[in-house]
Each structure stands twice: as C-alpha cells, then as structure tokens.
C-alpha cells in the first residue's frame, strides 16, 4: 500500500557531498514522520535524522553540523543532504515513513521502509 523509493547514493571521496532522496508513493493520507537511518557492515541500523510534517528535526550526534534532512510534504518526499562524508558514514541508508496514514477503511497507520542505497565514502 506504500512504497518507498531511495535514489542518490553513490561513492565519493572523504570530504565530499552527497543528496539523498525518497518518494513515498501509494494510498497515503498523511505522514507523521519521515527519516533516514543507516547499516554499516557489521553493525546495527541505526537512526541517521529525522523530520516531522512539522519540520521538527532530530539528529544523530555523529552528524549534527553535516548532513540536513528536508521535506517536502506535497510530494511525500524526504531529502538528506550530506556533507562533509568520512569513511565512518559508509553505510546503507535506509529511508522510512512513520506513522503512515492509509486510505483503508477503516484507516489505519503504518510504518514503511525503502530497499536502501549504498553510499560509499572512500578515503
């Protein structure tokens, strides 16, 4: 009922820059939040930031000051904008709608995850 599509991701080299996107798409009412989180190998998925419909913002103290998440909530899209990369952001990124409103009846809410992007970031 809701799929969400990442594109942006890529390799680059340590102090470069990079723009994530995601596209939201399907029997959407509304989104409470949108956000990115990220798996390096190895690791836990962890929360890179956050945006509420409101443009709350929360962030992971490893990239508060380099990356900028966005919003745009006519288009269902999220954006993270990412400078200033290092090695240690390698990772899948991860895009995700929370408390997805659906035009089901009886509505209800759900949480949907993109397929991830790989960005690389090489020193």
């Known amino acids: 009922q809701v799929q969400l599509v990442e594109s942006g991701g890529g390799l680059v080299q340590a102090g470069g820059s990079l723009r994530l996107s995601c596209t939201a798409s399907g029997s959407i009412l509304s989104i409470n939040a949108m956000g990115w989180y990220r798996q390096a190998p190895g690791k836990q998925r962890e929360l890179v930031a956050t945006?509420?419909?409101?443009?709350?913002?929360h962030y992971v103290d490893s990239v508060k000051g380099r990356f900028t998440i966005s919003r745009d909530n006519a288009e269902n899209t999220v954006y993270l904008q990412m400078n200033s990369l290092n090695v240690e952001d390698t990772a899948v990124y991860y895009c995700?709608?929370?408390?997805?409103?659906?035009?089901?009846?009886?509505?209800?809410?759900?949480?949907?995850w993109g397929q991830g992007t790989l960005v690389t970031v090489s020193s």
């Open positions: 995700a709608a929370l408390g997805v409103l659906v035009a089901t009846v009886p509505q209800r809410t759900l949480d949907a």
């Open positions: 945006i509420t419909s409101f443009r709350n913002t």
